[in-house]
């Protein structure tokens, strides 16, 4: 669809108007998990697409909100799939989680619980706020039958929580720990999909991490704020 200058109503999009549409636009945005790739395998007819917009003088930009990588590493999974992009074409909600703690100047003694991937932790540490959890915590559990108390660390100013294939039970207590028991502490999500293309063969299950945290939140702070990063989201 596209949009008529002088009534702004939506037009079909033609062979007849597609050229008009192609010239008014200098740059493209690209989503990345089932546009450019499924898994690690390349969608066909990706590069040529990609090398025919270059070369017309297009801005191509890649936005994802799979937070599960940093912008470097997938500039390096883009360059394994045969495709040269760099890290400034790309805009991950790892990165847009972690500009927004910079931005509006999330203070220096205070710490980001993450429940998520190494790309979280990678540019949190690139904008200078310490940051810990993640794939550290993956094999951390907690002993109901011991009646198990689980300390926080009180400077957590923030809990970021993204896509996680190793969240357990104890993520999630102490993520929720932070949250509820820290004055002030920011609850940031990366994404509210439903399902992913993780791999080539079928869709996996991606924000239920997110909705995990906040439902147990719901409870006792019904007007509790979350705040989401992912490209569904105003950047």
Not at 26 to 46: H, P, Q, T
Not at 76 to 93: A, H, M, N, P, T
Request: aromatic residues 12%; negative net charge; contains cysteine.
């Amino acid at each position: 669809m596209i949009l008529n200058s002088c009534s702004m109503s939506p037009q079909p999009l033609s062979p007849h108007n597609f050229r008009d549409l192609f010239d008014s636009v200098e740059a493209f945005l690209f989503d990345c998990d089932g546009v450019i790739w499924k898994g690690d395998e390349l969608i066909d007819g990706v590069p040529q697409t990609l090398d025919m917009l270059r070369a017309k003088g297009k801005k191509l930009v890649f936005v994802t909100n799979n937070s599960w990588k940093s912008r470097s590493q997938y500039a390096d999974k883009f360059r394994s799939l045969g495709i040269s992009v760099s890290q400034d074409e790309i805009f991950s909600s790892s990165f847009a989680a972690a500009m927004y703690l910079k931005v509006n100047n999330f203070p220096s003694q205070n710490k980001v619980y993450v429940i998520g991937g190494e790309g979280i932790l990678e540019e949190l540490q690139l904008a200078g706020i310490t940051a810990f959890g993640g794939p550290d915590d993956a094999n951390k559990t907690i002993d109901l039958k011991q009646n198990c108390f689980v300390e926080h660390d009180k400077s957590v100013g923030a809990v970021v929580v993204g896509i996680d294939p190793n969240i357990n039970y104890y993520k999630l207590q102490y993520g929720t720990l932070c949250i509820r028991e820290n004055p002030g502490c920011l609850f940031i999500a990366t994404n509210r999909d439903a399902v992913g293309h993780m791999t080539a063969l079928q869709e996996w299950p991606v924000g239920f991490q997110v909705r995990g945290v906040w439902l147990l939140l719901y409870v006792d702070q019904p007007r509790r704020s979350l705040l989401w990063w992912g490209n569904r989201q105003p950047l």
